[in-house]
């Protein structure tokens, strides 16, 4: 199975910060790779799709970047309602694991 | 609107059986992949299954940890897919998700499965 590593596990922003979540896989995945942001009690919600797509709806300034095997999820101005916890998800092949989340709190 | 709405969790003994359901609307379900994914308290995300569309002969795969115990399937005619959980162990205590596609773009908000003595 493919490992998907996430750093760092816990984050403390302030409003209006650059936030940036790395997310490497122990394998090439080519860019079949997502980001997902999930609120306490909520399902999450598809942010970033092929490593660097925006999905429909979601705020410009969320963006993903591929290096290689090692992925990128960035918040260029971190808002009160970005407070959450992020996962990246590896597509490339079975079984789609999931990395082990980030969680954003306010500094 | 996109919806998908799980329910059918609760509580059972271990070695027990349980049925999820995934009521989707507002898309066309038939022509869509769905997957489950589970939420320990507090902990991360686990995909566990997927079932494909009928072009696609209902094809399923599964994570090694449910294989041979959890088996997916659906009904397109009432907009259902449904996750059948056997030999329910400790361990699969969770909150159950079922989402639309590969790229989960859609979510419902979860039903909890707990499995205890």
């Known amino acids: 199975d493919i490992q998907l590593t996430q750093s760092p596990s816990f984050l403390s922003a302030s409003i209006g910060d650059r936030v940036t979540i790395t997310c490497r896989a122990s394998q090439g995945i080519n860019s079949f790779l997502a980001w997902y942001q999930q609120k306490p009690g909520k399902g999450p919600k598809l942010l970033i799709y092929?490593?660097?797509t925006l999905q429909s709806g979601v705020p410009s300034r969320f963006s993903g970047s591929r290096s290689g095997t090692e992925f990128t999820l960035t918040i260029s101005s971190l808002q009160p309602e970005d407070f959450a916890t992020y996962y990246c998800?590896?597509?490339?092949?079975?079984?789609?694991?999931f990395g082990p989340g980030t969680k954003v709190e306010i500094k | 609107e996109v919806q998908l709405v799980e329910s059918g969790g609760g509580l059972v003994q271990p070695g027990g059986s349980l049925k999820l359901s995934c009521a989707a609307s507002g898309f066309s379900f038939s022509v869509s992949a769905i997957h489950w994914v589970r939420q320990a308290s507090g902990k991360g995300l686990e995909w566990i299954g997927r079932?494909?569309?009928?072009?696609?002969?209902?094809?399923?795969i599964y994570a090694a940890s449910v294989k041979g115990r959890f088996t997916i399937s659906r009904d397109d005619s009432k907009n259902t897919a449904y996750l059948q959980m056997n030999s329910l162990k400790i361990e699969d205590t969770a909150v159950y998700y079922c989402?639309?596609?590969?790229?989960?773009?859609?979510w419902g908000q979860g039903t909890l499965v707990t499995v205890s003595p």
């Open positions: 998800q590896q597509l490339n092949s079975y079984p789609f694991t």
């Open positions: 092929d490593a660097s």
């Open positions: 989402s639309r596609h590969d790229y989960g773009d859609y």
């Open positions: 079932i494909r569309d009928k072009a696609n002969n209902y094809a399923t």
